[in-house]
Structures are given as C-alpha cells and as structure tokens.
C-alpha cells in the first residue's frame, strides 16, 4: 500500500468484537491507514458510513440486522464511487456473484483476510478487483459463462509487455505479485491492465481476469 499517497480512511464492519480487534493488528502498522470507526451490526453501519465518509468500507457478510450486502447495496446507492470489501467465512458461490453483480471489488475469505487485508484495501483503493485465491474457481465459472469467445487475433492488438501481464493475470496472480515477477512497479502494472481493457473491449471490474481466466489456453501458447 506504500504507492497511495493520501491515508485511507477505513471503517470496519464485523459483529465480532475479537475479529475485528484481529483486523486491526493487522492494519495498525500501516502508514497510509487510518480505521476511523468500527460498527457491530448494519444500523451502526450505516450510521457511521453517512458521519464519517470514510474511503473504505470491509464488511462482515453475516450480521445480525442485514447483510453486508443489503449495507453495500445501500452503500453503492448513496455514494456509487465508495470502494467496499466483503469478508466472509463460507465459501459461498451464489453470495459471491451477488456481491460482485453490486459492485464489491474485494471479496476475502476470513480465513486468510489475516494476511490478505492490506493487499486488499491497496487494490480495491487503486480501483483493481482483489478476489482471495481459494474462490479463483468462481471466477472460471463466471469467466466461462460471461466472456467473450476466445479470439486469437484480439492477442494482436496487444504490446509484447501486455501480454505477458495478460498471461500472469490468468494464473490468478494479484497486481502486486505480477509487478514483483516482471520486476516493474505496481501503477506500471495498472497502466498495462487499463491498456488491455481498452485494446479488447472489456468493462467492468473483473471482466479482465474473467477473460484472462477463460483465455488461459489460447494466452500459453503466446
């Protein structure tokens, strides 16, 4: 997260007080990070979400007035551009597709979100969809169903550069690891992903590792 500039101002959400006690040993030696409220349940949520216009929000999914994603529905409602995480326990496909249909662009698995919060909210911050690899599965599935037909020709339009990114991203690597493994910084990355989006057509926030994913045959023979 050392690339953001400015401190992002997060607000946890989690009706377990040592999890989200867990959350903030997690973050409390980051720099850029300030958690500038914690709720227990929807209603808090949302009233510290309209008091204190935080830039993030990470949701439990399971709470006990609503779900996090009746609150990220709402959320998106009163301000669309808000960046939101959801965290959750269960590895549930349909929840999954629901909260990436909203507009979620970090979907963690508590499991982990231990060790993958910070990458998460550095991602979700610069706009980048953060997904945990263990749900890489659900992606398929909706990259399968959702993409474009493989098209080799469309690997034409792409720099040399672009398309090894492209052939990394459809590993399932994060921003970070890619930009690590080229040995470039993570916003040269960034650069390269919006370049593909634009080159191939592709919208909305995980339509590229869709197509990466759906692609991955075509993009090993590169």
Do not use: W
């Not at 662009?105 to 991602?123: Q, R, T, W």
């Amino acid at each position: 997260m050392n690339e953001l500039k400015q401190p992002v101002r997060v607000l946890l959400v989690d009706d377990h007080p040592l999890y989200r006690q867990g959350l903030r040993l997690a973050l409390r030696d980051q720099l850029n990070l300030e958690i500038v409220g914690e709720a227990s349940n929807g209603a808090e949520a949302l009233k510290l979400f309209q008091e204190l216009v935080p830039d993030m929000v990470v949701l439990d999914i399971h709470m006990p007035d609503m779900t996090g994603l009746d609150l990220a529905r709402i959320m998106l409602q009163q301000k669309p551009a808000m960046r939101l995480a959801i965290l959750t326990m269960l590895r549930d496909e349909q929840v999954f597709n629901a909260a990436l249909a909203l507009g979620v662009l970090g979907y963690v698995l508590k499991e982990s979100a231990a060790e993958e919060i910070v990458d998460c909210i550095g991602a979700v911050m610069r706009g980048v969809p953060y997904v945990s690899a263990q749900l890489s599965g659900f992606l398929l599935k909706r990259a399968q169903l959702e993409s474009p037909q493989p098209n080799p020709s469309l690997f034409e339009r792409l720099t040399t550069a672009e398309r090894r990114v492209l052939k990394l991203l459809s590993t399932s690597m994060a921003t970070k690891e890619i930009a690590q493994e080229l040995g470039v910084s993570p916003r040269t990355i960034e650069a390269h992903r919006a370049n593909i989006n634009s080159k191939l057509g592709l919208k909305g926030s995980h339509s590229l590792l869709r197509f990466a994913i759906s692609n991955k045959e075509d993009l090993d023979l590169l």
